[in-house]
């Protein structure tokens, strides 16, 4: 069953629409009613619905814009057009947002019963992942080639061949990494879950970016894709379509399931494949900060890089990894194999350098050293802890402790990050709301962010752009209000509203009182 939102400022052209949502029960629920487009969006898409059902000339936020916005943070939702006007601009902008279909009024039942049919149809296509209807252009399926791409510092000329032998070309404009990864724990996975992401999530792929070669390998229950493009690269479109196929996967299987997207790399410069995936693997760690079901970009979320010494020796590369990405036990129990092992007396001469490695590739994973030695230890009084401790036991819970500050400096920087991204949203809102032509594709791309990463971020802080700007211009409205007896319709224009009607119509949902009735109550006080 699918939900639906049905928007109209007529109260009888709603009521007929529900009539008839009514005698399609099996398949559509009613979510709410709402009589305007800005209402909608306050509280109608943050319910998640699958369908909208909208007029287009309505006050404040017409149906356009209505679904405009809630792509932004609904990808999948589909919708259906009702309108009194005949109009060819109203047609095309439609189409161009995907409107599965165009109603005039008055509302005929069959014409609903109709587009509602197209409207299911559509989301059944979305969100039944069909496994005997195969794709005919495949993400293909190269493990050990592209794990060997991926994981090589270098690329020596006859791997490069022997991968173009094999199929895997690369070329055009640019590549980049996509690493998707369940999110619940892998112990929690059922068989056929895991099944699903290595089947139905390639499929997925597969009708959404058509436009795209790409080639995947799976590590159980981790999917990683290396996508070629020939076009120059739309960050926001690429994340909108992930999103998609992130949505999609949602419905048709329950499980939510996130994606790490590494930097753009133009093919025309030089570059690290390596760096790529492990940047795609990092971004998914911010999971543990902004919440499931989400696409993260590692050029979002690394704004100011960190400099942290260097460790080369591959054979120290898991344990810097497991503690990069958060996985403290597996980085414990490398670290006590490790040191059980060289406490054999065949290293007895190499044990101190090998246990200084060993710090070392601890040292690397963090993120803020000088945060790390000024509130734990000197890099000398670790060293000097670490060589005197007796015991693989004592220096394996030595370097237990060590790892679990690294661990706690990482996830308070993650923390960090996002909170001063929510904190730059929030003061580019202060500085730029009154401006009328203010929406959020506009304060992203402002940011430097992506339109994906900043609903994101306001989500985690129970928001949404709507919600924000909205909240910001009436606590600015409700200053003036009781700073002067301006009329009402100049303080609308000061805080962004060219309609003192729509301003009006703000205000009493937020605030609950209109602005004269808050401004006489306040004297009245």
């Not at 402002?446 to 009436?474: E, P, Q, W």
Request: aromatic letters at 10%.
């Amino acid at each position: 069953m699918y939900s639906v939102i049905v928007v109209d400022d007529e109260a009888s052209v709603r009521e007929r629409i529900v009539s008839f949502l009514k005698k399609e029960a099996k398949s559509f629920q009613l979510l709410g009613e709402y009589e305007n487009g800005y209402d909608a969006l306050m509280y109608g898409i943050p319910q998640g619905p699958d369908l909208i059902i909208t007029d287009v000339k309505m006050p404040f936020v017409n149906g356009l814009e209505l679904i405009e916005q809630a792509k932004d943070e609904l990808p999948v939702v589909q919708s259906i057009i009702i309108s009194g006007f005949d109009s060819f601009d109203y047609a095309k902008k439609a189409i161009d947002l995907g409107v599965v279909g165009y109603l005039s009024k008055p509302i005929d039942y069959e014409e609903m019963t109709s587009c509602l049919g197209k409207a299911k149809e559509k989301l059944d296509a979305y969100f039944n992942v069909a496994p005997d209807n195969p794709s005919e252009k495949e993400i293909y399926d190269y493990e050990g080639d592209l794990q060997k791409l991926l994981t090589l510092r270098e690329i020596p000329p006859s791997f490069a061949a022997k991968l173009r032998s094999d199929g895997i070309v690369i070329e055009g404009e640019g590549v980049l990494v996509v690493s998707f990864d369940p999110d619940k724990d892998e112990s929690e996975l059922s068989l056929d879950e895991a099944e699903a992401i290595e089947r139905d999530l390639s499929r997925l792929l597969n009708e959404e970016f058509v436009d795209l070669s790409g080639y995947s390998f799976d590590v159980p229950p981790q999917k990683t894709c290396l996508v070629v493009s020939e076009h120059p690269y739309d960050k926001d479109l690429f994340a909108r379509r992930l999103r998609l196929v992130i949505g999609r996967f949602k419905k048709a299987t329950g499980l939510d399931i996130s994606a790490g997207v590494s930097e753009w790399a133009p093919l025309s410069s030089s570059f690290s494949y390596r760096k790529l995936y492990r940047h795609s693997k990092w971004a998914l760690e911010y999971r543990t900060v902004v919440g499931d079901g989400v696409v993260l970009f590692y050029d979002d979320l690394q704004k100011r890089p960190s400099v942290v010494g260097k460790v080369d020796d591959n054979e120290y590369r898991r344990l810097t990894n497991f503690i990069s990405y958060g996985h403290d036990e597996e980085a414990k129990e490398a670290v006590r194999k490790l040191v059980n092992n060289i406490s054999k007396e065949e290293f007895r001469d190499s044990y101190f350098l090998i246990l200084n490695n060993i710090l070392d590739a601890i040292l690397k994973a963090c993120v803020a050293l000088d945060e790390f030695y000024s509130n734990f230890m000197t890099h000398i009084e670790i060293t000097e802890r670490v060589f005197s401790s007796r015991g693989p036991d004592a220096v394996a819970g030595f370097l237990s402790l060590v790892m679990d500050r690294v661990l706690e400096i990482n996830r308070e920087r993650r923390i960090g990050r996002v909170d001063e991204a929510y904190e730059a949203i929030m003061d580019y809102l202060h500085a730029h709301y009154q401006e009328r032509s203010l929406n959020l594709s506009g304060m992203a791309s402002s940011l430097g962010y992506s339109v994906s990463y900043v609903a994101v971020i306001l989500k985690r802080h129970d928001n949404s752009f709507t919600k924000a700007l909205s909240s910001l211009r009436m606590e600015e409205a409700k200053k003036r209000l009781l700073e002067s007896d301006r009329p009402i319709a100049e303080i609308a224009l000061e805080v962004g509203y060219d309609d003192p009607y729509y301003f009006s119509h703000c205000f009493k949902k937020i605030v609950g009182k209109s602005p004269l009735e808050f401004r006489k109550n306040a004297e009245a006080a």
